[in-house]
């Protein structure tokens, strides 16, 4: 039975075409990433080549300013990335959806207290509290992390908040009340599964800002550290005009890694949210 | 009629939303949704509710159910005081009077199929074992005329009326005394209507069901009801057995409500009718008379002085009316 609804999922899933290409590119260089090790013909910072070399046969996507292996690097970048994105997506889709549940099925002051907290990390400009996150203590790949995943979770918390009280008023909710079935039941039975399917296609952006966030607070020196490759700090390479015209292979492949993830990430959590609605068509 | 101790009992309730008219300063203010209504249903009975929308009768379901607390008001389960009780006391009291919804769509989860939905309060009450709950659920399902094997699927694979019968199994599952039925036909076809009338007609002898029934369709709470309420803003204008206020109605109300059904007899199209002008909702001038008088064309000048009480009828002392010049004819 779990099966078959699984099936319709990703029956539902393959009706749009342009997700599914990007599904298949997504898990691609998914497994670029993780199989970097055995894949990159070099190591992430050993120096192979000369000096910001043009692509040859030896160096696939040419050398850095250092006489790095760009390839290789890239695919170590692309694991950082990910991983970045990844544990932050997971960490602040954790802590929004707790607090809006909590928020959402409570209500009362709870609701208010929850809710004002929320707004008030909301209209904080992030990217500022970020920076001096990172200026004050270490900066670095899991600190990015914790800081991301502390400041994301407020659309996810809204979101479930929002979910939670349009579904308290359903028929199902009451006739568990009027059934006198527990608040346990009614809020991890009933109300939690409903609200997964949009935290989970909310999640997938969460998870391409992420990205996007590592990348501009790379490319701003404040977050993952050299040697330590990532794709921002890679783009960061690029501030110089003359990288920038003459060597487009410095930067070009990880602008084009970052689009392609972010646009892929987003295109598939569209073609989930279609999938996921039970009420679809099958 | 015999006298015994009713199932489920209603004395004076009452409860106001605030209301989004008029707004005061500090404090909104409150619009009597229901005014004082009571009613007893005694065992293997129906009483059935009806009136107009946003008359107040699907508060009243709600108020009986514990969805909606009442500002003042006792409601009695056999007996026992049940509205003041904490939501953890009255649990376990909870299968013995359940609730079927108007719209069948929402009531159950999208998520889950007939099964979970089924087995799950069950299991919580331990009115089946893991052993005994699949033997249960086929009885039930047969019970209500569906076939066993739809036990596996999911809710939005039903039509309106098997979903109405899904929820009704739901409703029957925990053993219930009392089954408060909130419109349960009111968003179906007709011939689906008179389908589940019947189900829930047989259920009620096969297990000596009490049923509060709520509608605004007058052909079903007359076929299904043995007592009948009318309510008119919050209150009960009329009540009394189901045969008898058809077919001789004291209320001008209820004379109206009568009149307003269609008749497909060609023949009585020009019968002499009530026909209610205004809206619902226009309180007399004077603020205190009764409700009704705005729209009612046997209004005096005494129906606009004071609220009119629910007092038996003259002769007839099972109904009751609310009504100063109830009885007189038309």
């Not at chain 2, 094997?149 to 925990?174: D, N, V």
Request: proline share 7%; aromatic share 8%.
């Amino acid at each position: 039975m779990q099966q078959s609804s699984f099936f319709v999922v990703a029956r539902r899933f393959c009706k749009h075409r342009l997700a599914v290409v990007c599904l298949v590119i997504l898990l691609a260089l998914i497994l670029l990433a993780v199989l970097a090790p055995w894949i990159a013909p070099y190591g992430p910072t050993k120096i192979s080549g000369g000096f910001s070399k043009p692509p040859d046969a030896e160096h696939w996507l040419g050398t850095d300013q250092i006489g790095r292996d760009m390839f290789s690097r890239l695919l170590y970048a692309m694991r950082v990335s990910l991983l970045v994105g990844f544990l932050a997506t997971l960490i602040s889709t954790a802590i929004g959806v707790v607090l809006g549940l909590v928020s959402g099925y409570f209500g009362g002051w709870i609701d208010r207290v929850i809710m004002s907290f929320t707004d008030m990390v909301m209209s904080f400009p992030y990217i500022l509290l970020v920076l001096v996150a990172a200026a004050i203590f270490e900066p670095g790949m899991w600190t990015m992390i914790v800081i991301l995943g502390l400041v994301d979770w407020p659309g996810v918390a809204r979101l479930v908040r929002g979910n939670v009280l349009s579904l308290r008023e359903t028929n199902f909710c009451k006739s568990d009340i009027t059934s006198g079935m527990p608040g346990r039941y009614i809020l991890f039975s009933e109300i939690l599964p409903n609200t997964l399917a949009p935290v989970l296609v909310y999640a997938t952006s969460v998870f391409a800002i992420s990205i996007l966030d590592e990348a501009a607070l790379s490319f701003l020196g404040m977050g993952v550290q050299p040697p330590t490759a990532s794709l921002g700090n890679i783009l960061n390479g690029a501030q110089s005009i003359t990288v920038l015209t003459g060597k487009p292979w410095l930067w070009l492949p990880a602008g084009i890694l970052i689009i392609l993830l972010v646009m892929c990430i987003n295109f598939v959590g569209d073609a989930l949210r279609d999938a996921l609605d039970p009420r679809g068509s099958l | 009629m015999e006298r015994n101790t009713p199932v489920l009992s209603a004395r004076d309730l009452r409860k106001a939303f605030p209301s989004d008219g008029e707004r005061h300063l500090l404090r909104k203010g409150m619009h009597p949704a229901v005014d004082g209504v009571s009613f007893d249903i005694y065992p293997g009975q129906t009483f059935g509710l009806v009136g107009e929308s946003g008359c107040g009768k699907s508060t009243v379901a709600k108020l009986l159910m514990g969805l909606e607390k009442l500002d003042s008001g006792e409601v009695y389960l056999e007996g026992q005081r049940i509205d003041q009780l904490a939501p953890k006391k009255l649990r376990p009291l909870r299968p013995q009077f359940q609730m079927v919804f108007q719209d069948s769509g929402s009531s159950l989860n999208p998520r889950k199929r007939v099964m979970d939905i089924l087995s799950e309060p069950m299991l919580y009450h331990g009115v089946a074992k893991s052993d005994t709950v699949q033997a249960r659920m086929d009885e039930l399902l047969e019970q209500v005329g569906l076939p066993r094997e739809m036990k596996h699927r999911y809710p939005h694979e039903f039509s309106g009326g098997q979903r109405q019968r899904i929820c009704i199994a739901r409703a029957l599952s925990l053993r219930p005394k009392v089954i408060v039925l909130d419109e349960p036909v009111s968003a179906l076809d007709v011939s689906v209507q008179a389908q589940i009338l019947n189900l829930l007609r047989d259920l009620q002898e096969q297990m000596h069901l009490t049923y509060l029934f709520i509608g605004h369709g007058l052909g079903a709470v007359r076929y299904i009801s043995h007592r009948i309420g009318v309510m008119y803003m919050g209150r009960l204008v009329e009540s009394g057995d189901a045969e008898e206020l058809f077919a001789h109605p004291a209320h001008p109300y209820t004379r109206a409500l009568l009149d307003a059904v269609p008749v497909a007899d060609y023949a009585l199209r020009n019968r002499p009718r009530i026909t209610l002008v205004g809206e619902v909702g226009e309180l007399p001038a004077s603020g205190n008379g009764c409700p009704f008088a705005p729209r009612c064309p046997m209004a005096t000048a005494s129906c606009l002085e004071h609220v009119p009480e629910l007092k038996p009828l003259a002769g007839a002392p099972e109904r009751t009316v609310a009504c100063l010049r109830a009885g007189e004819q038309r």
